[in-house]
């Protein structure tokens, strides 16, 4: 918990600072793979998402720029698909679902960039919450609602976080040109690696809902550690 800090008070010093440049947006999208460490690592392996955000970005005419905004992403870090009882008044019939094992990233985040050359190094910092939810369907023909997508919420826990790193930002399309000095529409291609600290939460994982085969019960067993992970990321950022 207190490692969350002073990646809240460093967002929070980058929101206060004084800016007198042009602002310009940018837009993120990016795959990211996560890699849990420490005791996360003996509970899960590893596994891809995808995440983006949106930012404003200071100090344009300056070599060195500033982007301060929002951050998400979203996981699916395990699927079950199993056969349960309906109801205990009819426990001969099952159904078919499906189980998946989720987290919900949400939060600010502020970096640091070279805003010239063919290759641009940056630093990042990021805080925020993580959602960590299970959901089940069902998934069976004879039962399911074609147009319900929704599913039973077995298990959520939301922790806060901080993470740390850096990257590469490759311009590929777009930019200032002698046709169009002007222009700040630029597409980069992103590569980056962050170091997150994710305090202790409560969560499920594939394995963690089991059924009784002498009475038909369902039981749910849950973990709880803390959720300490890096994540490495190829994504697209768009400048305008």
Request: charged content about 20%; overall charge neutral.
């Amino acid at each position: 918990m207190l490692r969350t800090r002073p990646a809240f008070l460093f967002t929070a010093l980058l929101i206060l600072l004084p800016m007198h440049s042009v602002a310009d947006n940018q837009l993120e999208a990016n795959i990211q793979g996560i890699f849990p460490q420490k005791e996360f690592r003996h509970e899960l392996d590893r596994v891809f998402g995808i995440s983006g955000g949106y930012a404003r970005t200071f100090l344009t005419r300056s070599p060195v720029t500033l982007h301060l905004g929002l951050d998400a992403g979203y996981t699916t870090y395990g699927r079950d698909f199993q056969s349960l009882p309906y109801s205990p008044d009819f426990p001969g019939v099952t159904v078919d679902v499906q189980t998946n094992n989720n987290i919900l990233e949400f939060g600010l985040a502020g970096k640091v960039s070279l805003s010239r050359g063919i290759v641009r190094p940056y630093a990042q910092v990021k805080a925020g919450y993580a959602q960590f939810f299970t959901e089940t369907k069902v998934i069976d023909p004879d039962f399911a609602d074609p147009g319900d997508t929704t599913g039973i919420s077995n298990l959520t826990d939301t922790s806060p976080y901080s993470a740390v790193g850096g990257g590469l930002l490759i311009p590929f399309y777009g930019g200032p040109s002698e046709f169009d000095p002007e222009t700040r529409f630029l597409m980069l291609l992103d590569l980056r690696f962050l170091w997150w600290w994710g305090s202790r939460v409560e969560y499920m994982k594939p394995g963690s809902i089991t059924v009784d085969p002498q009475t038909n019960r369902i039981s749910y067993s849950t973990l709880k550690t803390r959720t300490d992970r890096t994540t490495a990321h190829i994504g697209i950022v768009v400048n305008f």
